[in-house]
T-cell receptor
Framework: EAGVAQSPRYKIIEKRQSVAFWCNPI?????LYWYQQILGQGPKLLIQ????????DSQLPKDRFSAERLKGVDSTLKIQPAKLEDSAVYLC???????????FGPGTRLLVL | SQELEQSPQSLIVQEGKNLTINCTSS?????LYWYKQKYGEGLIFLMM?????EEKSHEKITAKLDEKKQQSSLHITASQPSHAGIYLC???????????FGQGTELSVKP
């Protein structure tokens, strides 16, 4: 069974530029999560989707971050404009149900200069 | 302060030694998950515990959830270099499925 796919794996941008990350969850997983992991910390949930609806986006900085999951399968997370403090690993995870085990992708490492 | 505290933050052990990592919450946990992360990579699922007193093992790794469901420990027996990495505990603090994570414990195993 294929795992969670993410791209790109690495991205370097200048501050104030925009960037987008893509995630394809495990087949059949209805719930998709985006996390931000700053160096030396645990992952922090940014947004949770159930199919193509948002369940929780309370910690998403909505002035600059946006996410969508239009067809209930893959998802994109966008940052516009990026700030230095957005440098982090962005992890995507999926689960079969809303309370099931979450399986993570390899992450996208973002460096904002 | 962190809602989920891990200790120690880092650990260096000699190959073959046993070790324990702790994960403590001030609130009742609804599901406790242990993950392993290698630098620059995603999280690999190890085990999930739900019931107070539950204990699970996989190869040389054993995880326990205490009776009051507020603390978990991860024990590695006869550590090997392949055990090196960052161990993260993740917990649900309600029944909605949202997880919060501890800050991680970085384990190094010296050959």
């Amino acid at each position: 069974e294929a795992g969670v796919a993410q791209s790109p794996r690495y991205k370097i941008i200048e501050k104030r530029q925009s960037v987008a990350f893509w995630c394809n969850p495990i087949s059949g997983h209805a719930t998709l999560y985006w996390y931000q992991q700053i160096l030396g910390q645990g992952p922090k949930l940014l947004i949770q989707f159930q199919n193509n609806g948002v369940v929780d986006d309370s910690q998403l900085p909505k002035d600059r971050f946006s996410a969508e999951r239009l067809k209930g399968v893959d998802s994109t997370l966008k940052i516009q404009p990026a700030k230095l403090e957005d440098s982090a690993v962005y992890l995507c995870a999926s689960s079969f149900g809303g309370v099931g085990t979450q399986y993570f992708g390899p992450g996208t490492r973002l460096l904002v200069l | 302060s962190q809602e989920l505290e891990q200790s120690p933050q880092s650990l260096i052990v000699q190959e073959g030694k046993n070790l324990t990592i702790n994960c403590t919450s001030s609130k009742t946990l609804y599901g406790l998950y242990w993950y392993k992360q290698k630098y620059g990579e995603g999280l690999i699922f190890l085990m999930m515990l739900q019931k107070g007193g539950e204990e699970k093992s996989h190869e040389k790794i054993t995880a326990k959830l205490d009776e009051k469901k507020q603390q978990s420990s991860l024990h590695i027996t006869a550590s090997q270099p392949s055990h090196a990495g960052i161990y993260l505990c993740g917990a649900g603090l309600n029944q909605g499925g949202k997880l919060i994570f501890g800050q991680g414990t970085e384990l190094s195993v010296k050959p």
